[in-house]
């Protein structure tokens, strides 16, 4: 707004620099660089004002040209076309926009709110009106009233959806933020989605993407399933398990989900994830008494990893048991079982090599989680040799149980 000297302010001035993110004043980061002078740039007003000299659009717009220059002349100028512009048409919002902005810089506070306020009762899509009162109550520190007029340019208007959309993306990592944030996102608005999705794969604070996460589900509006696996993966790549597995909502950490493969992708990278091709694979398949095994094959020289799952074991001792079959029998490497930390550049934790019989049978063995592991993969390896057609198996179960 002004400066005290009749001039606009370096926000509408779209100085070089970085504003203070901190509470309300996160939402007002657009106006550096790309704020109200994107929105005052239009193509070419004063060339259609050659050809139609009265036309409002034209000088409302060549109005807010002049009036980014910043200068006591300009601002002049861009009164007197704004005026203009609205004795052609009186309805013409964006001029009474420019004219509030013009009072504001001429020391007149309260004609420049009910000018502002004016144009904006002429038209919800008038991003300059919406801009100023962002401008204005992210200085008064009123984030409700900021998100309200957020929430009316995200749905009303693309140039300030492309404007607006990474501040708020910005902002929303602070708990101050949050909480009136997510009292629009629960009325599922346009912009939630798209919101939703650029926060959950741009955001550099898994904090933020938990509290969020959560905040919604105690509001009785959780992550729909497809955002919910992306912030997942998104905690996972950032070697987030724990927070992974709250999210998830898993309850008992000391286990394998669904060992008996009965029950789907249902958890994410905490379900089993299965590889088929046309070479080595794994599914699930029906079996007698309404059970389900997981079978799986690899052709001559095929293998690699064909089941995975992500667990969040506690430290301690565990024991891991499997009950399997497979054909014909292989030297090393033999289809097995195989526990990883998931951190990056950890050793194995364990190894268990499934029983090679044709009737299944049960194999095992201990392992250790040591502190600083908090995070680990359980995978079903294979490998075929070059000497056999290939080999062809299936695990009816496994199971880790923590001893200590």
Known sequence: MRNGKGQLSPALLMVQGVMLLATAGLLAKF???????????????????????????????QASLTLQQGTPGSI????????????????QAKA??????????????????????????????????????????????????????????????????????????????????????????????????????????KSDAPDALVMLAQRLRHAGH???????????????????FDDAATVMGLKNRAAVFDGDFQQ????GPFSWNLTNNYTYGAAREPQPA???????????????TVARQLLVLPPGQYRLATQASYGPEVAPPRPSWQLICAIANQKPLATLDLPSTPKSTEAST????????????????LQSPDDIESIIGQVDSIKITRIM
């Not at 076309?81 to 009186?90: D, I, N, W």
Request: charged share 20%.
């Open 31 to 61: 106006t550096i660089d790309t704020g109200i002078g994107h929105v005052m740039a239009r193509k070419a007003p004063s060339v259609a004002l050659r050809y139609a000299p009265h036309n409002p659009d034209a000088l409302a717009n």
């Open 76 to 91: 002049v100028r861009a009164s007197n076309l704004a005026l203009k512009a609205t004795r052609y048409s009186p309805a």
């Open 96 to 201: 009474y926009s420019v004219l509030g902005y013009v009072a504001d810089a001429t020391n007149h506070p309260e004609k420049a709110d009910k000018l502002v306020a004016f144009s904006g009762s002429l038209s919800r899509r008038n991003l300059l009106t919406h801009l100023w009162f962002i401008e204005k109550y992210s200085a008064q520190g009123d984030i409700d009233q900021t998100l309200r007029h957020y929430d009316l340019v995200l749905k009303t208007s693309q140039e300030g959806f492309a404007i607006l959309l990474p501040v708020l993306i910005e902002a929303a990592k602070s708990p101050t933020i949050q909480a009136p944030l997510t009292k629009f996102l629960v009325k599922d608005p346009s912009w939630a989605d798209p919101f939703l999705r650029d926060f959950i794969a």
């Open 222 to 240: 959780p992550l729909a399933t497809e955002r919910k696996l992306q912030l997942l993966t998104r905690l996972v790549e950032l070697e987030r």
């Open 264 to 267: 789907g992708n249902a958890l």
């Open 290 to 304: 309404g059970k389900h095994a997981l079978t799986f094959f690899a052709e001559r020289s095929a293998g690699g």
């Open 366 to 381: 201990t392992f250790s989680v040591p502190n600083g592991c908090n995070g680990q993969w359980i995978t079903l390896r």
